[in-house]
């Protein structure tokens, strides 16, 4: 009995880690989430103010800005302060090349890695009876 006793004592670690990851899995999702919403709200606003001055403010348009303003300091009070990503930032893993320096042209650029091979079927899984028997 001692055999099963460490096997449900080792299940029952991995059981809670796993249940640790995807609490944390869960945060960041909620995080990235609230940073849509804020880049959402922000990308609004910026197309209102923009629009105001070129001299093509729509009806209303004031109104909006201010319950978008509202609705980011809302935002700001629950999850934290907005922070604008400037718009000539680099955007990592996009592929995009920066406005300063020389794309290389010649042949010794190194090919693209090939696609990771497929899994040959799904993962098997473990199966466990009872101590019972």
Do not use: C, N, W
Not at 83 to 97: R, S
């Amino acid at each position: 009995m001692g055999l099963m006793d460490k096997v449900k004592s080792q299940a029952t670690q991995l059981a809670e880690k796993a249940q640790q990851a995807g609490q944390a899995g869960q945060a960041k999702l909620a995080d990235f989430q609230g940073k849509r919403q804020a880049d959402a709200l922000l990308l609004e606003l910026g197309g209102i103010v923009y629009a105001d001055k070129m001299g093509r403010a729509e009806p209303g348009s004031d109104t909006r800005a201010a319950a978008l303003v509202s609705q980011l300091q809302a935002f700001e009070a629950e999850h934290g302060a907005v922070t604008v990503t400037k718009a000539d930032a680099p955007v990592a893993g996009t592929g995009a090349v920066p406005s300063t320096g020389s794309v290389p042209t010649s042949s010794t650029t190194a090919a693209p890695a090939p696609p990771p091979a497929a899994s040959a079927g799904p993962i098997p899984q473990a199966q466990y009876g009872s101590d019972d028997a």
